[in-house]
């Protein structure tokens, strides 16, 4: 369901005109790197990566994930998880995101690991990743997700969505079976 069409979105969102006073951008080596500045208004665009929070809900050495509904990945699983909204906390996105797509009303029991998430078309990413306990709700597919299901840790779907998501889960695991927290300079 990638591909192409996923590479081509990463090439149109570069900004190609200043978003203050829409004048033609160029590029200029500011700070030791090349990026697109106005010779304008002197606005410099620091392309940085955007945060996501997501939640791993386990339940009776199942975890919870989502099929995704929308690109990319359509079809492919992946942890309840999305982009923080502008002033938003980290935990706060996790509990949000994760009763948007699951319906269900979770506490965050600890946070487990940081991740870099480079392979989603829309943007470069930083996935904060979060244990989670479900409170209450309902558990009912929802906002962005098909389908939800507990999969058995030792028995995970193929076609999960990302790359960090898989990291996760595999680190997950080996904290279950260790008691070790995964290395965070890894
Ligand atoms: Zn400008």
Redesign the pocket.
Known sequence: MSGDNDHKMVEDREFKF??????K?AERQIDGKKRKH??????VYYRNPAPAAGGLIIDDDKVLLVMRKYPPRVGDWSFPAGFMEYGESPARCCVREVNEETGLDVKLTSSFKVYSGNDDPRTKAVLIMYIAEIIGGELQAGDDASELKFFPLNDLPENLAFESHVRALNEYIEYRNTGRLPDPNE
């Not at 106005?38 to 606005?43: G, I, K, L, V, Y």
């Open positions: 200043c978003p203050w006073c829409t004048s951008l106005c010779p304008e208004c002197d606005f």
